[in-house]
């Protein structure tokens, strides 16, 4: 039985198409279908519902040390009030789950962590952390929203002059008609955006009041379909497709976020011995069809990869993929067939990511 | 039969022209749970079609849909405009045919549109 979120019943009233998602019943896309809620976070605005994402707070005077020995990515030089990406990996290097870290301060920090490795993450977090460290899993007390897209700010500004200003920071206490938020200037859109979060009680208030103000700059209700071609086209990995217990973090192509010269941290010794003989691209589809995931990929009629997303684009007008291919065919330009139910369609490697948005 | 629009129960239409020669395609209903089209995969002229079997797929954004046959026969000719423009299935269903089939030599169970109207209820 899917979990509902603080939101449910408005996704319904607003005929939301609600679909079984990593354990809650979410809207896959509204009346307005996933082209149009796509186009909206492109160009003005959209809304979505993240109260399914997990969140875990580590606290404690050997927190910092933690943090450096769970994760890839390097917490030491970080300051308050900002925010980290970091695959977090088991021994072998395999990646556990990829999240984002909220530095509260030295000795606290929140994980924002996929919905569905929320109880794998706390169980791992909680088996592996060493000395004066609380570690609690807050994500059932809380609503989540992003606000996603060109005019995000202009809404947000509408109910709030307290604003995170740089990318990857966030403001705690902001109150927005009373409602106590945490907003954070980050997302999953590759758009300038904002995540906002807020007790449970609170969440269908925000969400309302969010819709209503942003009404006049173009914003709609957006769902998991539009969230999963807005990520792709960002070229941003999702777990379970771009990354798993077998994939690490640098055969994903996610080198920024591992720290191969901190001194030790849990799957250091396993990604080194794993190396990274096949390296996560960009795969533009040339030819007619749309390769989604679990593709072969072929060079001069030799298997060299596998496809582990894709979609047709609505922003760029033609099918792209993400792949994992061995690291000698990954130059950009290269050109491979991709194998969609028996029939293969010719397809180039290609830069990460897709879209950039223009600032 | 001529003229008339008929059904399959997994959301195909087929319209004849004659006797031996129809037009296909999916319905409104359709269109509608499978939300924004981004791609129609059709046969080629020449390729044999068998009624109640998969011609065609249809792409949303999300999910990927086989198009079953209502008739046996041989594909005509194929709407090329879907190629490029598959949202037509998406702006009018009945307009946007997906192939023509000509030698029809066999039928699968046609609901008319009052039946197939009543299907869509009692589905729901």
Redesign the interface.
Known sequence: MEKKTPIYDRHVELKGRMVPFAGYMLP??YET????EHNAVRNTCGLFDVSHMGQIVIQGSDALENMNMLLTNSFTNMSDGRARYSPMCNPEGGTIDDLIVFRISKDKYLLGVNAANRDKDFDWIKGNVKGNVEVIDISDDIAQVALQGPNSYDILRKLTNNIPEKYYSFLENVAIDGINCFVSKTGYTGELGYEISCSKEDGVRLWNLLLDTGRDFGLIPCGL?AR??LRLEAGMPLYGHELSEDISPLEASLDFAVKMDKEDFIGKEGIRKKGANRRRVGLRITG???A?ENCDVFVDGKKVGLTTSG??S?TLGY?IAMALVDKDHTETGTEVVVSV?G?EIPAVICDLPFYTRVK | MKGKRFYLKTHEWVEFIDEKTARIGISDFAQQEL??I??V?LPEVGDDVVAGEGFA?V????S?SEVYSPVTGVVKSVNEKL?DNPELVNEDAYDAWFVEVGDISAKEELLTEEEYNEFLESEN
């Open positions: 896959v896309q279908g996933v082209i149009t379909g999963d071609t007619r069809g749309i989604r979609t047709h609505p099918p139910r029939r | 939300g924004d981004v791609f995969n797929e792409e949303s954004v999300k990927i190629q």
